[in-house]
């Protein structure tokens, strides 16, 4: 479906917004978390242009978000450098969503360390075997590609990893584009829980590792780890490589896992 119309009516314009695309990115009863937080990053950058490059983001999931939302941005700090924002969605006259977003020129590199390949880095996606063909939340169905990326299933080490991309792109900037892939994938302790059950993300604050991603054919390794789960909850570390093995976003997020 058309990442285009999802964000077509978000002008940077605060007040209300019917979202018209909505239903094609439902996860349950709210937007998928990829989807909303687009949504946020594209008020922000349609309200204050000539913002330089994202450099990070803190991500409120707060309440459900629907097809009728109200939309916010304000600029925190504006310095020589970096410049934060933050942006809200309102549903149903409450707050549903909240970012702060960390725009930074670039500065004389003074510590060079490019992130890690894995180890066990998979075959390329054309070697690998489809998952979730018609199967899955209506986001993943009508938007997303993937492709399994681990040889174990089933229970076992907290992580799962798949190659993903988006089936229509457009001219979506490659960004854009991490943003909305960055949440895609079902929490790492998804193998490790004892019985079926609803999940539901709380947060995500993510570092932008290259500000101007690139990948072949649109496929991205996406893995997400659940670093502790205990009491009703996990703590997850997400990962976003390029075909090539560059690692392009660092991520945390706070998972409810339901009884």
């Known amino acids: 479906m058309s990442v285009s119309a999802l964000i077509e009516p978000v002008t940077g314009k605060p007040g209300p917004v019917q979202l018209s695309e ?13 989807a909303s937080t687009l949504i946020g990053y594209t008020m922000a950058l349609r309200a204050f242009p000539d913002l330089p490059p994202l450099r990070a983001a803190q991500v409120g999931f707060v309440a459900p978000v629907g097809d009728e939302v109200e939309l916010s941005a304000e600029i925190v700090r504006q310095g020589r450098n970096v410049t934060q924002i933050r942006s809200e969605i309102h549903a149903q006259g409450k707050l549903a969503h909240t970012a702060l977003w960390l725009f930074a020129e670039p500065r004389e590199a003074n510590a060079v360390h490019p992130g890690e390949k894995p180890d066990d880095f998979p075959p ?7 998952v979730m063909t018609g199967k899955g939340p209506s986001f993943i169905q009508c938007n997303f590609d993937l492709k399994r990326a681990q040889d174990t299933s089933g229970p076992g080490a907290p992580i799962v990893r798949r190659w993903a991309r988006l089936k229509q792109t457009e001219d979506l900037d490659p960004v854009s584009e991490l943003i909305l892939m960055g949440d895609v994938l079902p ?22 590792l290259d500000t101007e991603p690139r990948t072949s054919d649109g496929w991205w390794l996406s893995e997400n780890a659940s670093q502790h789960a205990g009491d009703g909850y996990s703590s997850e570390r997400l990962r976003l490589w390029n075909t090539q093995g560059e690692q392009v ?7 409810a896992i339901f009884g």
């Open 124 to 130: 390329q996606p054309e070697d690998c075997e489809d």
């Open 22 to 34: 909505a239903a094609n990115w439902l996860q349950g009863r709210t937007l998928y978390g990829g």
């Open 187 to 208: 929490p790492g302790a998804m193998r490790a829980m004892r019985r079926t059950a609803p999940i539901s993300s709380i947060n995500w604050s993510f570092n932008l």
């Open 249 to 255: 976003l660092d991520a945390l997020q706070s998972v």
